[in-house]
Structures are given as structure tokens and as C-alpha cells.
């Protein structure tokens, strides 16, 4: 933002302390803007990462009917299916056609929800 939309925003009681005190409003008025500025970028980066992270099974779980991407516990791989509590473990259900063997009781650490990129119109 220049000065001269700066000051454009700025109410009239406003633009008569600007022209008393030009140089030091202008300086504190751009200091308070590029602040909130790298606030603002702060807050949308931190909302990114949280959106972006795979969520811990001890954290919460994922509607049983949801298929979701899945970390296996026994080898980090990730995988698609289906969360549910088995003897005090979360484990992981895949799809019918879906070929998957693991030697860790099916047993995941974290998840991460599908989105809809194709839309249902699209899909096969």
C-alpha cells in the first residue's frame, strides 16, 4: 500500500493529524500495516500447516464410513481405508480390491481425510 492510498483510507479527523504530524504518522501508521501484514501471513501459514498434517488416532478418529489415508505402524506406508477400533488398537480396512498385506495387525498411527477432486459427476 503507497502513502497516498494510505492516506486516502484515513478519516478526515485522521488526515488533519497527518498534516500536523506528516512524517511520523505516515511511518507509524505503515509500521502498524506491514505488521498485520506478517500476522496475517503468520496466521495463514500455521492454518496451512494444521490443515495439511496428519491427524494422530489418539487424537481423534474419522467416521468409520469415511475412507481416509492411513500410516501404518509396522512400516510408515500409507495407505487408503477404512479406521476402526480392534482390542484397544486402531487398524485399518481397505477396499475388497484393494491387495495389502501387513504384519503389524493392520495396526495405523495417523490419518489424513480424501477430498472430492473429482467431483461426483465425474467419477467412474
Request: glycine content about 6%; overall charge negative; some cysteine.
Amino acid at each position: 500500500m503507497t502513502e497516498h492510498e494510505l492516506k486516502a483510507l484515513l478519516t478526515e479527523k485522521n488526515k488533519e493529524i497527518a498534516e500536523v504530524y506528516p512524517k511520523k504518522f505516515m511511518d507509524l501508521m505503515m509500521d502498524v500495516y506491514e505488521k498485520g501484514i506478517n500476522v496475517g501471513v503468520e496466521i495463514g501459514k500455521k492454518a496451512c500447516r494444521d490443515a495439511m498434517r496428519m491427524i494422530p488416532v489418539e487424537e481423534r478418529l474419522p467416521l468409520e464410513s469415511l475412507c481416509v489415508l492411513c500410516r501404518m505402524k509396522s512400516n510408515g506406508q500409507i495407505v487408503s481405508g477404512y479406521l476402526y477400533r480392534k482390542d484397544g488398537k486402531v487398524c485399518v480396512a481397505t477396499d475388497p480390491n484393494f491387495e495389502f498385506e501387513d504384519y503389524g495387525d493392520y495396526e495405523a498411527t495417523h490419518w489424513f481425510p480424501l477430498f472430492d477432486v473429482m467431483g461426483e459427476e465425474e467419477q467412474p
